[in-house]
């Protein structure tokens, strides 16, 4: 599988991406790398915002362009619907509910079968959740520490309100489909679509 092992922090500096939307509480306002050249072509800015999405969800280009190509075969504004189908990932909603603390982590857990989507074991970071579905951790998975610390943890997560989160239960249902505004980060998804439909 493969995998992008970028460092975080310096990715975010050239992208111009907060970590705090990668789940990471360091801060990234130094430039060590001196002046950087501040005027961007038109497609410097186009692949800009691609590669700021890719890199925030860990999506390589096989994958994105087939999530960019799903959307633009649907009803409504490509770039909205592209959005709302990779918030939909079941790594982005574990996120998103707060039963990680980054995106990653998120993907692993997945991978390594922590949670069930409708009571049926999921261990696909892609699986596109629909509404009404319920994720929550494995019976199995919540007898372990790490989900037990999680459970006993008073930390605060707001979940976004496409996601009804229940703590206690370490679980959340997909009340409605995400909308742009519920992503946490800037994007314009418009200059994505540009670049792919050129």
Known sequence: ?????????????TLGVSPAAMGYAKSS???????????????????????????????LEKQFRMYYEKAERMNGNTGEILLSLIERRLDNVVYRLGFAATRREARQLVN??????????VNIPSYLVSVGDVIAVSEKSCSTTRFKMLKE??????????LDRDKNNLQGKVIALPAKE?????????????????
């Open 153 to 162: 943890n008073d930390k605060f997560v707001a979940a976004p309100k496409w």
């Open 112 to 121: 390594h079968g922590h949670y069930t989507v409708n009571g049926k074991r």
């Open 29 to 59: 306002n130094k430039n060590p790398g001196g002046q950087r050249r501040t005027k961007k072509s038109e497609y410097g800015l186009q692949l800009t915002e691609k590669q700021k999405v890719k890199f925030v969800y860990g999506i």
């Open 1 to 13: 599988m493969a995998k992008n092992t970028q460092p975080i922090l310096k990715r975010c500096r």
């Open 182 to 198: 519920d992503i946490d980060f800037e994007i314009s998804e418009n200059l994505i679509v540009e670049l792919y439909s050129k």
